[in-house]
């Protein structure tokens, strides 16, 4: 990992920097505001933000109840910061503390081109499942 990264479990984080996170993965859409994202980060079971010089620079959560299972989501770095080993030790700390509470049954849906990633950290596909979605009817078609 580049030197002078640190990673944080955090709480709460500046709003606009986690969107600007979302962006950078492409997955934030612009009809969304900065408003729900203290709650987003508070209703997680761990939030992981890896800061350089107080700035955040990628971050991942793990949801959960606490007692059954996990999953981890929005695992993000930065382009510029890609390739560093920051994805890896993001990873590696959600685990961690999913396991420390626990949770040994952990799960994520990998985006495409991810899947070698996430093999390294011992994820595996779900053989015989298929991730799905709740889509709005005007969406369907």
Known sequence: MLSGITLKTVRAWDAEEIVGLYRAGEWWMEEWTARGIPALIKGSF???VAV???RAVGMGRAISDGC???YLQDIIVLPE???YGI???IVKTLVAFCK?????WIGLIAQPGTVQFYKRHGFARMVGHVPMILREEDDLY
């Open 87 to 89: 994805g890896d030790a």
């Open 46 to 48: 761990c939030f992981v």
């Open 52 to 54: 350089d010089k107080e």
């Open 100 to 104: 420390s509470h626990g949770l040994t």
């Open 81 to 83: 910061y890609r390739g």
């Open 68 to 70: 059954s299972d996990a």
